[in-house]
T-cell receptor, first 116, second 114 residues
């Protein structure tokens, strides 16, 4: 199957700082990538759809100014959590479909964010 | 938008028994239904999927059934093994703002006792 990586795998930061998470498709190009957030013992909640060459599409209730998404190339999308607070602590997972959003999504390994 | 309900939230079985997890969806336009297995702290792994033009699909010990009329689909695991213990998520894919997006159920924690 296709390979999607994320970096970092975990990060601890102080409240008020910003954290950038990278999502890369290693062996295929992805014009679309998805960002999910997963709280402990809960499901994956779609935060936004990242689109190469255009603005991200955010789900209802997700603050676009707080969760900045940049789809810099066909293999890289970044999620920046700005002015992080303890309630932003979560597991952030990206996914990328190979060949268009209607195809199977391949998930990254996730990034555990802890905000102190 | 799409809404996916999943039951049960936890399921405990003895090794060798069968396990069944059920999901319902709300959007009749959804056309793809994957099932994911997620171990603690790891990424979701696709274990089986089914498209809306098929009623049943099987892969060794795992099978999925789909009833489009009733808008529900189920995961069946036979001859369960301790390594099947994990959280299982169903999902439904529909079109959201022009993109095909997945809506996940809340998950089922499956515990298989030796």
């Amino acid at each position: 199957g296709a390979v999607v990586s994320q970096h970092p795998s975990w990060v601890i930061c102080k409240s008020g700082t910003s954290v950038k998470i990278e999502c890369r498709s290693l062996d295929f190009q992805a014009t679309t990538m998805f960002w999910y957030r997963q709280f402990p013992k809960q499901s994956l909640m779609l935060m936004a759809t990242s689109n190469e060459g255009s603005k991200a599409t955010y789900e209802q209730g997700v603050e676009k100014d707080k969760f900045l998404i940049n789809h810099a190339s066909l293999t890289l999308s970044t999620l920046t959590v700005t002015s992080a607070h303890p309630e932003d602590s979560s597991f952030y997972i990206c996914s990328a479909p190979r060949g268009g959003s209607h195809n199977e999504q391949f998930f990254g390994p996730g990034t555990r964010l802890t905000v102190l | 938008g799409e809404n996916v309900e999943q039951h049960p939230s936890t399921l405990s079985v003895q090794e060798g028994d069968s396990a069944v997890i059920k999901c319902t969806y709300s959007d009749s336009a959804s056309n793809y239904f994957p099932w994911y297995k997620q171990e603690l702290g790891k990424r979701p792994q696709l274990i089986i999927d089914i498209r809306s033009n098929v009623g049943e699909k099987k892969d060794q010990r795992i099978a999925v059934t789909l009833n489009k009329t009733a808008k529900h689909f189920s995961l069946h695991i036979t001859e369960t093994q301790p390594e099947d213990s994990a959280v299982y998520f169903c999902a439904a894919r529909g079109v959201n703002s022009g993109y095909s997006t997945l809506t996940f159920g809340k998950g089922t924690m499956l515990l298989v006792s030796p």
